[in-house]
């Protein structure tokens, strides 16, 4: 497969929405024990409840660490693709390639410098080199050309492309130190119109409070489709999020996107704060230069981190009073497909949801 170092849009590519039709969805599987607790056990569990889920609406093929080979294949069902990929942890949105598409269904992969959130600024763990090699390892098992951006780090949950122009990231994460910090903000903005193929990006401030991402997007806002818009909300004015969520409304009430489109902007109320147990604490082995997982420390909780599957949407659920409530607006947004829950507490322990460790293939059909 060739490695390519000219640009996306120069090509005629750009990412097209996640709503657009996927040849399939990849994941990673959970191991490492100073991130899951009880040695992943719980996360395996949960981490089979999304895959399983997802299957039933497009081929998932789950990478998995040489050592859990076994016990990945006996716990996954049969129609779920299993293949032997060394990685450091378990987020393939971020890891893994960003797809991009032409005008005549051709799909290349974008494999972008990946530096565990943060380097050795505020990165989450160290080192990080299997989990770079992962975006380049996926393209080369779907056969795709791929880009590679030399100088330039960013992950998949740091974006969301609405297929049609517009592309929306977070400046708490996209101008951290730790990613690109000789970059300009124009810079920034300049190199994702040039891979994703947009016109515009549209930034907003902060993501979810607490984030350890340096606040994806992902977590917060995503398209339901071009030119409507779901956010993370709360309307608990003594919740830090409240602030952070008024921010991003006003910033996307008061733009318009690549089309000149005025955003419809639904409000996802989040569920009540998730806060790591003594139990949940003690069973994550401590280990120098990983963020620690300390009693009595809020996750990043929110539903907007769910995968829009063909046909389907499996998004979280948190045991929380605002569960039914999220499902029932979620479905009203994506009335032609099937909205499926998944327990999702023991991903958003190590730090992210389901779209954080998930990636669609988009499929060739134009
Ligand atoms: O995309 C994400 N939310 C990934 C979080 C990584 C956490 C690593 N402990």
Known sequence: MKLLDTIPKND????????????GCWMLWPERPDNWRDGARPAQQAFTAVATAISRFEPVTVGVNQRQYDNAKNMLPDNIRVIEMSSDDAWMRDC????????EG?????????????????????PWDKDDQVGDKVCAVERKDCYRTKNFV???????SDGDGTVITTEECLLSKGRNPSMSKNEIDHNLCQYLGCDKVIWLKRGIYKDETNGHVDNICCFARPGVVLLAWTDDESDPQYEISQENYEILSNTVDSKGRQL??????????????KQESEG??????TLPRAEGTRMAASYVNFYIANGGIVMPLFNDEKDEAAMAKIRELFPDREVVGILARE???GGGNIHCITQ???SSIT
């Open 154 to 160: 960013l992950e998949g949950g740091s974006i969301h």
């Open 106 to 126: 051709i799909v290349r992969g974008i494999d972008w410098v990946f530096n565990a959130w943060g380097g050795l600024v505020d990165g989450l763990f160290f």
């Open 12 to 23: 005629g590519f750009h990412m097209p929405g996640e709503y657009e039709s996927h040849a």
């Open 360 to 362: 669609q293939l988009p």
């Open 284 to 289: 994550v082995d401590s280990v120098d230069g």
């Open 264 to 277: 419809e902007i639904h409000k996802i109320h989040t569920p009540k704060p998730v806060i790591i147990t």
């Open 96 to 103: 893994g390639p960003t797809f991009v598409k032409n005008a």
């Open 347 to 349: 991903i958003l322990l």
